[in-house]
T-cell receptor, first 117, second 113 residues
Framework: GAVVSQHPSRVICKSGTSVKIECRSL??????MFWYRQFPKQSLMLMAT?????????EQGVEKDKFLINHASLTLSTLTVTSAHPEDSSFYIC?????????????FGPGTRLTVL | QQQVKQSPQSLIVQKGGISIINCAYE??????FPWYQQFPGKGPALLIA?????SEKKEGRFTISFNKSAKQFSLHIMDSQPGDSATYFC????????????FGAGTQVVVTP
């Protein structure tokens, strides 16, 4: 199956700093990537959808100025959590799909654990 | 508002037993119903998926049963093994497997030896 990686796997930062999380499709071109947030023992909540070369579409209630998403290439999307606070501590997961190549499912990355002190 | 309702929240089953997880949805526009398996600290992985024109799909020890009129679908794990201990999520989307996924709350399954 197709492989999606995330970097870093874990990050700890101080309150007020910004953190960038990378999501890469390793063996396919991801025309669309999704970003999810998962709190402990809870479900995955979709934050935003990003299509390569265009602005991300955010779900209701997600602050676009706080969670900056860039999908500048077909294999890389980044999520930047700006001015992070302890309530932003969560497990962030991306998924990727390739409409053009015919992959008929979304492939999930391994997730990034963010802890804001 | 949870568009896909999942139960039970947790499940303990003996090795060799059957694990059954149920999900219900309201939006009749959903046309793709996958199940994901997630281990602690990892991203979810697709187990099996079904479309509404099929009432049952089996892959190995995993079976999805789908009841379109009741707007319910379930996952059966036959001959459960300790390695199946994980959290299972049902999901639904419009626009097939490429649509935005709405996840259920998850079921933590523990298979005892």
């Amino acid at each position: 199956g197709a492989v999606v990686s995330q970097h870093p796997s874990r990050v700890i930062c101080k309150s007020g700093t910004s953190v960038k999380i990378e999501c890469r499709s390793l063996d396919f071109q991801a025309t669309t990537m999704f970003w999810y947030r998962q709190f402990p023992k809870q479900s995955l909540m979709l934050m935003a959808t990003s299509n390569e070369g265009s602005k991300a579409t955010y779900e209701q209630g997600v602050e676009k100025d706080k969670f900056l998403i860039n999908h500048a290439s077909l294999t890389l999307s980044t999520l930047t959590v700006t001015s992070a606070h302890p309530e932003d501590s969560s497990f962030y997961i991306c998924s990727a799909r390739d409409l053009a190549g015919g992959l008929n499912e979304q492939f999930f990355g391994p997730g990034t654990r963010l802890t804001v002190l | 508002q949870q568009q896909v309702k999942q139960s039970p929240q947790s499940l303990i089953v003996q090795k060799g037993g059957i694990s059954i997880i149920n999900c219900a949805y309201e939006n009749t526009a959903f046309d793709y119903f996958p199940w994901y398996q997630q281990f602690p600290g990892k991203g979810p992985a697709l187990l099996i998926a079904i479309r509404p024109d099929v009432s049952e799909k089996k892959e190995g020890r995993f079976t999805i049963s789908f009841n379109k009129s009741a707007k319910q679908f379930s996952l059966h794990i036959m001959d459960s093994q300790p390695g199946d201990s994980a959290t299972y999520f049902c999901a639904a989307s419009k626009g097939g497997s490429w649509g935005k996924l709405q996840f259920g709350a998850g079921t933590q399954v523990v298979v005892t030896p």
